[in-house]
């Protein structure tokens, strides 16, 4: 967590936790305790193939792949990492990435467009598509089966597969959303006023990735609501699984849970789990929850429900 912390401070953006936790009362959500003793350990059951080059919008956008040593084609994972919108390390959840790689999925993680290249969320989002047409067409370089993928983000990655799960053009099955945002503009309600400003202010990451440089919220309602990817969900939207602290102070747990209701509304399929205890990923003192064999294994045994058996898998 400090080594996170210390990073975003160098970049000119540090990190911020409200001193205070926020509200989540939402009533369908399944609340669980974490034993966070038994860890995840990885071995070397998966070939990585680094640095590949998919998009080159300004500048060169690179994919790490993590292919299972089995035969395949194996279904495809594509994880989006955080950042808060101003950077995306695809080096981030190493372990956990390897460990799901590791149950017979190909895991590739992306870097993406940010506030530091002048990008909007629409950037990102086509950054997304870029790396799923990317990867579908070297489906048989990596041995994965186009046929099935999903989407798994955290926070600001969160966000984004939420979002890109909307359009049926990017052909996805399913999407394990950790801690993302929402309603955007409300990210921080619940938190203290100092905390809230600095996340959700003029000029700050928030508001110029989601509207533009020197574009506030308050100012464009029609434009914040059609970045909210509650609002487009149908009967047509893949499974979704939710994971959320309810320590969070960086992204307010109501996030995940204002999603949760509109894929309920909308009659898709979505499971929320609140983890008791738990902080916003490896940005909270207690990051060993989210690496740990309880969550990682209600995180697997979601995709394997709903991208089918995988290669070397025993029938159900």
Same mark, same amino acid.
């Given at each position: ?22 509200? @989540?009362? @939402? ?21 990585? /193939?680094?640095?590949?080059? *998919? ?43 390897? /460990? ?10 992306? @870097? ?8 909007? *969320? ?6 997304? !598509? ?28 969160? *966000? ?5 799960? !909307? ?15 929402? @309603? ?34 308050? &100012? ?6 059609? !970045? &909210?990817?509650?609002? /487009? ?26 999603? /949760? ?11 929320? *789990? ?43």
């Amino acid at each position: 967590m400090r080594l996170i912390r210390a990073l975003a401070a160098l970049s000119g953006r540090p990190i911020r936790l409200s001193s205070v936790p926020a509200p @989540d009362d @939402d009533p369908d959500s399944i609340l669980l305790e974490v034993e966070s003793g038994s860890q995840v350990k990885p071995g070397r059951g998966a070939e990585a /193939h680094r640095g590949i080059v *998919y998009a080159t919008p300004r500048r060169k956008l690179r994919v790490d792949i993590l292919t299972p040593r089995g035969p395949g084609p194996h279904p495809l994972v594509l994880y989006v990492p955080g950042g808060g919108f101003v950077s995306a390390r695809r080096a981030m959840a190493g372990r956990q990435r390897r /460990h799901v790689a590791e149950a017979g999925f190909v895991v590739a993680s992306i @870097d993406y467009r940010t506030v530091g290249d002048g990008a909007t *969320y629409r950037d990102g989002l086509a950054d997304v !598509a870029s790396a799923l047409s990317f990867l579908r067409l070297n489906a048989g370089r990596y041995r994965i089966d186009p046929a099935r993928t999903a989407l798994w983000g955290e926070s600001a990655g969160g *966000y984004l597969v939420a979002m890109a799960a !909307a359009d049926p053009d990017n052909r996805v099955d399913a999407v394990v959303d950790l801690f993302g945002a929402s @309603d955007v503009a409300a990210v921080a309600d619940g938190f203290d006023p100092a905390t809230a400003k600095a996340f959700t202010g003029p000029g700050t990451a928030l508001p110029t990735y989601l509207l533009g440089p020197g574009r506030a919220f308050a &100012d464009h309602p029609a434009e914040v609501a059609e !970045a &909210d990817p509650a609002r /487009h969900v149908t009967s047509r939207t893949p499974p979704f699984l939710l994971l959320h602290g309810d320590d969070d102070r960086i992204v307010a747990p109501a996030q995940t849970a204002h999603l /949760h209701q509109a894929l309920r509304r909308g009659g898709a399929d979505s499971t929320r *789990y609140v983890l008791l205890g738990a902080g916003h990923g490896a940005l909270s003192s207690n990051a060993r929850i989210w690496t740990s064999t309880q969550v990682m294994g209600i995180i697997v045994d979601f995709l394997r429900s709903r991208l089918g058996r995988v290669s070397g898998e025993a029938p159900m």
